[in-house]
């Protein structure tokens, strides 16, 4: 039975890797398109030309709420929170380690990309590159869906038992970022392959954190 439960995890770590790896190489053709000006900044263009619908009063406040579900700190805190009570509840500091990983390897990897490329924001209606921009890729939507893929992730594991036979959030992650992504478009905040080159490197270092989840056991997580 233990054999088992370990071939099934390292199964599951390899397919995780090989995923992380092909999002990754998304995100290496996105940020070529971009340097180089390739058909993606074609469409940047197109969609910054279009005539965005302006939301005032209460809708604007409710399309600046929906974009707060990628704000960095909002994220954060969130995902500590939950995964401290999930640490307390299961007395072990995996989930608390992930999400510390996942924060740091992040922004890392975000932050330092940002300073190397220096994109303009669409609202300047100049799309410059090494201008000490900080557009490309966009924080918001990487943001949102490592924060709340994790966490989705550390619910399933660690509810993965009765009654509750793993709960699947990942539906409900798919829709937050997807609305980040949206809402960013609409108040021009990114260009798209910003949005779309944060979902590729938050989708990549994700994978790669439920890889090494998945590479060492632990007897406290139920699966």
């Known amino acids: 039975m233990e054999t088992k439960t370990i071939d099934k995890r390292r199964l599951e770590m390899l397919?995780?890797?090989?995923?992380?790896?092909?999002?990754?190489?998304?995100?290496?053709?996105?940020?070529?398109?971009?340097?180089?000006?390739?058909?993606l900044y074609e469409l940047d263009h197109y969609i910054l030309n279009l005539k965005n619908p302006h939301f005032k009063g209460l809708a604007?406040?409710?399309?600046?709420?929906?974009?707060?579900?990628?704000l960095r700190w909002f994220t954060a805190?969130?995902?500590?929170?939950?995964?401290?009570?999930?640490?307390?509840?299961?007395?072990s500091f995996?989930?608390?380690?992930?999400?510390?990983?996942?924060?740091?390897?992040l922004n890392l990897v975000v932050g330092v990309t940002k300073l190397v490329i220096g994109r303009t924001k669409p609202r300047l209606y100049i799309d410059v590159l090494h201008a000490d921009g900080m557009s490309y890729p966009s924080g918001h939507a990487s943001n949102a869906l490592i924060s709340w893929g994790l966490l989705a992730y550390l619910i399933y594991r660690y509810t993965n038992r009765a009654p509750f036979k793993g709960v699947k959030l990942y539906p409900l992650v798919g829709l937050i970022t997807a609305t980040v992504v949206i809402v960013s478009l609409i108040r021009n905040t990114h260009w798209f392959s910003d949005l779309l080159g944060g979902v590729f490197i938050g989708g990549?270092?994700?994978?790669?954190?439920?890889?090494?989840?998945?590479?060492?056991?632990?007897?406290?997580?139920?699966?």
């Open 15 to 39: 397919h995780a890797l090989r995923v992380s790896v092909l999002l990754f190489l998304g995100f290496l053709f996105i940020t070529q398109q971009v340097l180089t000006r390739g058909w």
């Open 204 to 223: 990549a270092l994700l994978i790669a954190i439920i890889a090494v989840d998945r590479f060492i056991p632990s007897d406290k997580q139920p699966s």
């Open 60 to 70: 604007g406040h409710i399309l600046i709420g929906l974009d707060d579900l990628g």
């Open 94 to 105: 995996r989930p608390l380690n992930l999400s510390f990983l996942a924060l740091i390897s």
């Open 77 to 91: 805190t969130v995902l500590l929170i939950c995964a401290a009570f999930i640490s307390w509840r299961f007395k």
